[in-house]
């Protein structure tokens, strides 16, 4: 009996031992992560942008990926370097589109064609719905063109897949990086069961709104598009924008017309141009 016991105890602390082993290695990469220090370029944008009213605690650096994540945003490290050159890559930044506006907002550039190049890893049963993606945003303006691309280095946007099963994202997309550029990648989260149908366009179409510079509806930091509704108003309407920050279905199909709210056209025309 009382050996039994030892045996019971010694088997008990063996797991508490391993329990606690755990815990220290997720400590460790913690500790690892806040060391890393952000460079002057990154320093210079979060600066930047806690000024035009994002919280700092909402700006968590991604060093991998070279900006801040904000839910399935993420803000190129480069941001405010680039805004000062006055000469971006191409086409011309325009003043007011400068980080000047969010919420239902942007920052970009005079749009053109846009090319997309889907990595070997997408998956392929969502290739469908990103084609009625990238359609849909083809005709909400003369100014704006996505077409596809098999040369992968004259890319614009890089369409491709991470895993996390612990993650809230379904996928991200990166900002422009202010140099005129649209966002230069967006990814879809494998660990997700996406369905391939109008859901997966919805998102998708989200998706390719942060390339083109469109912040969420719903989430406070800086300014508004001039005519939209506000934060609170989205917060209580699934369907006031396809840039909520939780993606719902609303009006979109794969036809014509597409499911642009009224805000979404606003901010399209705002911005781009009809
Ligand atoms: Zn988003």
């Known amino acids: 009996m009382l050996t039994h016991k030892f045996k019971l105890s010694i088997f008990l602390a063996t797991i508490l031992l391993c329990v606690s082993c755990q815990n220290d290695g997720l400590d460790q990469e913690g500790l690892n992560q806040e060391k890393q220090s952000l460079s002057k370029e990154a320093t210079a944008t979060l600066n930047y942008l806690i000024e035009k009213g994002f919280f700092e605690v909402d ?6 990926d070279e900006g801040f994540m904000h839910g399935d945003i993420v803000i190129p490290f480069a941001l405010k370097g680039n805004i000062d050159k006055n000469s971006p890559k191409k086409g011309n930044v325009q003043e007011k589109n400068q980080w000047y506006y969010n919420g239902n907002g942007v920052y970009y550039n005079n749009s053109r064609n846009i090319r997309y190049y889907i990595e070997s890893s997408f998956p392929t049963n969502l290739e469908y719905a990103l084609s009625w993606a990238a359609y849909h945003w083809s005709i909400s303006s003369a100014n704006i063109n996505f077409s596809r691309t098999y040369n992968r280095s004259s890319a614009d946007i890089l369409i491709g897949t991470w895993y996390n099963s612990n993650e809230v994202a379904w996928a991200r997309a990166a900002l422009p990086d202010g140099g005129g550029n649209v966002g230069s990648w967006m990814r879809v989260n494998t ?7 109008e859901s997966t366009m919805a998102l998708l179409i989200h998706e390719f709104g942060h ?4 912040l969420h509806s719903d989430q406070y930091g800086g300014g508004q598009i001039p005519g939209t509704n506000g934060p609170s108003y989205h917060q209580n309407n699934n369907c006031g924008s396809v840039m909520k920050s939780a993606v719902y279905t609303c009006n979109w199909r794969f036809s014509t017309p597409s499911g642009w709210s009224s805000d979404d056209r606003t901010s399209i025309t705002w911005a781009y141009g009809n």
Do not use: I, Q, R
Request: overall charge positive; aromatic content about 12%; cysteine-free.
């Open 59 to 64: 700006l968590l650096p991604d060093f991998k």
């Open 191 to 197: 660990a997700k069961n996406h369905a391939g149908g």
């Open 211 to 214: 390339n083109l510079g469109y």
